[in-house]
């Protein structure tokens, strides 16, 4: 079965959800950072969030999430993110993992777009891409 990684913001929370549901329809497994128990950080104070990135929790999200983009079949970065997201596109693509980008306006993102193997502009035609990604994964194998 083929795995899938969202990279994105937290505060994409939603529309990870949705994406996922998608996804898994699809019948692809999808590597969740939500379910793993990734407190909600957009209700966190900065001291809050400081104390969680240094618990023993924040390491086990983090090493889910690294390994996760690492060595997933397929890395979705959702934009506009931040850097968090972006280091699991360095992550992923260091390592040889596709990644393909849903683009949004407010993109700020220079030079290290070229990390995204293709960009779609919406959800229908980012899954579309999937699903060609999935049949020439198929073939390969």
């Not at 793993?36 to 240094?54: C, K, Y």
């Not at 929790?57 to 934009?79: H, Q």
């Not at 229908?124 to 020439?136: A, C, S």
């Amino acid at each position: 079965m083929m795995k899938v990684y969202i990279a994105a913001s937290f505060r994409h929370q939603h529309a990870v959800e949705m994406l996922t549901e998608r996804l898994e329809a699809m019948g692809i497994e999808v590597l969740s950072w939500l379910r793993e128990g990734r407190p909600d950080e957009a209700f966190l104070s900065r001291l809050e969030l400081e104390h969680f990135i240094r618990s023993s929790e924040g390491e086990r999200v983090f090493r889910f999430c690294a390994g996760s983009a690492t060595g997933a079949d397929l890395v979705i970065y959702l934009g506009p993110s931040g850097c968090d997201a972006w280091a699991e596109v360095g992550a992923a693509y260091g390592t040889g993992v596709p990644v393909m980008g849903l683009l949004a306006k407010s993109e700020e993102v220079g030079l290290m777009r070229h990390m995204i193997q293709s960009w779609s502009t919406s959800v229908g035609d980012l899954l579309e891409q999937v699903k060609k990604f999935r049949k020439t994964l198929e073939q390969q194998v």
